[in-house]
C-alpha cells in the first residue's frame, strides 16, 4: 500500500537557522510531489512541485527551496529562517491521475 | 487560471441537522473537484470528487456532493450532521493539463456542529 512520511510533526527554530523538512513515500515510483504551507490554519498554498528525481519548479518567490534528490524523497529547505516562515507544511504525492495523498504536516514556528 | 472559492469562513449548525458547506468554481473546461477535511493539527483527509459522470457524488463518513455546471458550483452536503463533523473543510479543483497536476484550494469553512 502506498504510505507518505513526513517528519518533524513540530519544529521550533530560531530566526535566521536553517532548516530541512523531509517527506518521503512509500508503495508507489514516480509521483509528482508537492510542498504545501498553510498559513493561520486557512488556505494552502503551493510551494514546490516535483515531477522528477531533481526536477524542482517553484510556485511563489520566497525563503525556501525544495529537492528531490530520490524518486520517493523531498526535501523542503531554508538557509536562514524568517519569522514569516512559521505555518503548517504539508507534503503529497499524487498516484495515478487523481489520487493526492497529504502527509501529517509539519507544524513550523520560527522565534 | 483555476480557482475555487469558498464564501463562508463558519457554518454553524446543530447535531441531527443537515448541512451545506458551499464551493463555487471557475476553470476553462471541464473540472476536476474535490473536497478535503482537516482536523486540527492534522494532514488533509479524502472525502470524495468529482471528475465525469454522475453529478451527485457520494464521499466517506456519510457526505455528499452535488455538481452544478450551470451555477459552477460543488457544495458539500451531509443529512444529519454529528458533533465529529467539527473540522476545516477544503474545496479544490486540480489543474486541467500541463506535468505540475496541481491542487488548487479554497480558503476553507470551518464547520462546527453544536450537540
Known amino acids: 500500500s502506498q504510505t507518505i512520511h513526513q517528519w518533524p510533526a513540530t519544529l521550533v527554530q530560531p530566526v535566521g537557522s536553517p532548516l530541512s523538512l523531509e517527506c518521503t513515500v512509500e508503495?508507489?515510483?514516480?509521483?509528482?510531489l508537492y510542498w504545501y504551507r498553510q498559513a493561520a490554519g486557512r488556505g494552502l498554498q503551493l510551494l514546490f512541485y516535483?515531477?522528477?528525481?531533481?526536477?524542482i519548479s517553484s510556485e511563489v518567490p520566497q525563503n525556501l527551496s525544495a529537492s528531490r534528490p530520490q524518486d520517493r524523497q523531498f526535501i523542503l529547505s531554508s538557509k536562514k529562517l524568517l519569522l514569516s516562515d512559521s505555518g503548517f507544511y504539508l507534503c503529497?504525492?499524487?498516484?495515478?491521475?487523481?489520487?493526492?495523498?497529504f502527509g501529517s504536516g509539519t507544524r513550523l514556528t520560527v522565534v | 487560471a483555476q480557482s475555487v472559492a469558498q464564501p463562508e469562513d463558519q457554518v454553524n449548525v446543530a447535531e441531527g441537522n443537515p448541512l451545506t458547506v458551499k464551493c463555487t468554481y471557475s476553470?476553462?473546461?471541464?473540472?476536476?473537484l474535490f473536497w478535503y477535511v482537516q482536523y486540527p493539527n492534522r494532514g488533509l483527509q479524502f472525502l470524495l470528487k468529482?471528475?465525469?459522470?454522475?453529478?451527485l457524488v457520494k464521499g466517506s463518513y456519510g457526505f455528499e456532493a452535488e455538481f452544478n455546471k450551470s451555477q459552477t458550483s460543488f457544495h458539500l452536503k451531509k443529512p444529519s450532521a454529528l458533533v465529529s463533523d467539527s473540522a476545516l473543510y477544503f474545496c479544490?479543483?486540480?489543474?486541467?493539463?500541463?506535468?505540475?497536476?496541481?491542487?488548487?484550494f479554497g480558503s476553507g469553512t470551518r464547520l462546527q456542529v453544536q450537540p
Open positions: 503529497a504525492y499524487l498516484q495515478g491521475t487523481y489520487g493526492y495523498t
Open positions: 508503495g508507489t515510483s514516480n509521483p509528482n
Open positions: 516535483s515531477v522528477g528525481i531533481g526536477q
Open positions: 476553470v476553462s473546461g471541464n473540472p476536476y
Open positions: 468529482y471528475i465525469t459522470g454522475d453529478n
Open positions: 479544490a479543483v486540480r489543474d486541467i493539463d500541463g506535468g505540475r497536476r496541481a491542487l488548487t
